[in-house]
């Protein structure tokens, strides 16, 4: 019998989880209920953020999020251009126009340098940015504390992609560690619980924030644009009884919103998976050292470093190959090792090599850009992985490469 085919990412479900849904199945309410403001709950009580509002999907949590901060059509934004097309997305679907700078040759998110290059260019053409969106690829944060600096100087709204980094922390200038969404710089923070996530609710999405204007504006938005507090009624002879009380019926829509709702059942299992996040952020960790140990030596192949300080959340496993130095293609080693039962994955085809995004930013101007995507090769890498899977990996992959 042949071994187990092994995927680059994968669900983790346990009884407990199985029990969760279960439970919520058989409670009065599948949506609507009580287990969407418990998983907020927890959520915030794991990444310290003030507010966390569920949503259907972690796309979803970016359209809210450029929404909720007032991105409007005309406006500009600068986006990291190694991440999957819904970090830019966002912009386009809020009316605004994306635009790319290159990213840090170690870490592999936005360059800040970079990124200053673009912004005051911008500024001085007259035509400034007015956002800019980070993401954590693979699961290292990003330089924090740099763009939080980029915000200020250059007045921007800023959405950070953290779908990648649930579990992960960084430390700042003055060594203080912060968990990932527990800094209040940006505008808003989108994460994804979509199966190969840190942990899932099958699709799901969270926007966390330190804003109440947006946290407010945000679950007006996820629901249709439908307010139903008699506070905040716009007509009023409609709204209240003779006596001054709210009609039970009454409710109004305010805004042009949409049905970004999380259901019960999936707020239960997201509830459930949190508790094990910490485990699974471990393992991930061992086995990413285990394929630095394995890899050690092997030519024309390395693993990107990790920044002093970082607490990488590994949701990736990437390699770099040089295919040129190997004298192999990277479909060719993608197939052989897929004969030999190892799924692989290449994260991302950079956002502006995208024929929509064409006239945006070349990527001829994004040196580091290019070369990452022309070497870059996700391996396996989720909680259930066993030992033995990740040594067959390590041998498949030495023998492919040989």
Request: charged share 25%.
């Amino acid at each position: 019998m042949s071994p187990r085919f092994l995927s680059y990412g994968r669900q983790s479900i346990t009884e407990d989880d199985i029990q969760a849904v279960i439970e919520t199945l058989k409670s009065d309410f599948l949506t609507q209920g009580p287990a969407i403001p418990r998983f907020e709950e927890d959520f915030c009580a794991l990444t310290g953020a003030r507010h966390a509002v569920a949503c259907s999907n972690g796309t979803a949590a970016l359209h809210l999020a450029a929404l909720a901060t007032k991105i409007v059509p005309g406006d500009r934004a600068l986006v990291a251009p190694v991440t999957f097309v819904a970090s830019a997305n966002c912009i386009r679907y809020a009316g605004g126009d994306v635009a790319f700078a290159d990213i840090d040759a170690e870490t592999l998110t936005l360059s800040p340098a970079s990124a200053e290059t673009a912004l005051k260019k911008a500024s001085d053409e007259g035509r400034p940015f007015r956002a800019i969106v980070t993401v954590d690829l693979a699961g290292h944060p990003c330089d924090m504390e740099a763009f939080a600096g980029l915000k200020k100087k250059y007045d921007l709204i800023w959405i950070h992609d953290a779908c990648h980094s649930l579990g992960g922390s960084w430390s700042d200038s003055a060594g203080k560690v912060w968990r990932v969404g527990e800094y209040p710089e940006p505008d808003a923070v989108a994460w994804s619980f979509h199966p190969v996530k840190h942990i899932t609710t099958g699709e799901g999405g969270m926007i966390t924030t330190f804003s109440d204007q947006i946290a407010d504006r945000l679950r007006l938005l996820r629901t249709h644009g439908i307010r139903k507090e008699p506070a905040a009624f716009v007509t009023r002879d409609e709204a209240f009884d003779e006596n001054g009380k709210p009609n039970p019926w009454y409710y109004e829509m305010q805004e042009l919103g949409f049905n970004y709702r999380l259901t019960d059942i999936q707020a239960a299992l997201g509830s459930s998976q949190l508790k094990r996040l910490e485990a699974g952020i471990t393992r991930r960790r061992e086995i990413v050292e285990c394929y630095r140990a394995g890899f050690a030596g092997l030519k024309g192949m390395d693993m990107p470093p990790v920044k002093p300080g970082i607490g990488h959340a590994y949701h990736l496993a990437i390699v770099r190959i040089d295919f040129t130095q190997i004298g192999r293609s990277r479909a060719w080693v993608m197939t052989r090792l897929r004969e030999r039962g190892i799924g692989t994955q290449v994260h991302y085809v950079p956002v502006p090599m995208m024929p929509y995004y064409a006239g945006t930013t070349p990527v001829s101007e994004l040196p580091e850009t290019l070369a990452y995507y022309r070497q870059t090769l996700s391996l396996p890498c989720y909680p259930d992985l066993r030992d033995e899977d990740v040594e067959r990996v390590v041998y498949a992959v030495r023998e492919v490469l040989s």
